[in-house]
């Protein structure tokens, strides 16, 4: 198992590195994970031996991942070229407590007794998202978020736009995939995430959940290549004015989830427009607890930390909230 990271530098161009502790291993002939992926699966080695066979220079980790160094860390996985080419989405009501949150947003004072739909999809998971193998399981929720422009880095603001409610954490993990020549799907590695939603907007109503989730968000700053998802447990923190002022224990994996990983990758690869050669995809597997669900409000300043034990160095970033009023927008004919 490896972590990489991706860089840029205004002088240097982008670079792709090898975490050792508390300095960076540049990988010589490589400006992204993703060139190195493709080469990987055209010599038909793995992008482990890859990224060792190249080993260059070494950079001080600490002062880059600080910000205090020209280098500046990139999302850990993207598609360099076109962001276009990169499906940024992910499976929810995955785990107990986000579901349950979810059930609290949507379920009237007049039907407490009642299932809600986000509930029902839950309980379909539990009874069907794990089938044997070779078999089909029950289908998860699926979400958009955005092209591959939505992904920001470890240190980057995460942006209420002026036009929306609210903006809080989501603590995940997400895994980075590039599909092959021959369409088969690659699991490139797997990042820590905040998957970043308006919560407020989706209380309103369940059918705003799409919308809801039409943010940027970040990942990384780690890509960890070989890693396990079978349990995972981490630490979600909101910091404001240099203080903690929420911090909660969480959990991920397939142990702590209702639908077994291949289960949620054959039901997002098995459209023929997720598998078009070349694309990258950035999957989240949903939160198990975020500060919106605790009755937190977060505001402008707030440092929102996502922590995985094994997943490397926190992601960090900032939340900034765009001055309203809200833009008005329209078209003309062409």
Known sequence: ?????????????????VVDDNSLRTIDGYGSIYTMAQSAAAKGTTLEAEALASLGGVLAY?????????????????????PARCLVGGTGLTHRKSASNRDKMHQGESAKTELTDSM?????GAEGGRPEPGQIGAQPEWFYKG?????????????????????GEEPEIAAAYVIAEDGTPLRVGFL??????DHKMERKNYLYLAPSKLRNCSIGPELIVGGSFESVEGTVKIERGGAAIWTHEIATGEANM????????????????????????IHFFGADAFSFGDGIELCDGDIMEVAWAGFGRPLRNPLRVEPGPAKLWSARPA
């Open 147 to 167: 092209s591959g422009s939505v992904l920001r880095a470890h240190g980057d603001p995460l942006v209420v736009p002026d036009f929306a409610e609210d903006g």
């Open 192 to 197: 820590a995430g905040n998957e970043f939603s």
């Open 62 to 82: 600490d002062a880059i991942y600080e910000g205090r160094s020209e280098w500046k860390l990139l999302p850990g996985f993207d598609h360099p070229a076109d």
């Open 1 to 17: 198992m490896i972590h990489l990271v991706q860089l840029s530098h205004p002088g240097h161009g982008r670079v792709v590195a």
């Open 120 to 124: 029902k999809m839950y309980r379909w």
């Open 258 to 281: 209702v639908h077994s990983l291949a289960n949620m990758e054959h039901h997002h690869f098995k459209y023929p427009d997720h598998r078009r050669p070349g694309t990258v995809h």
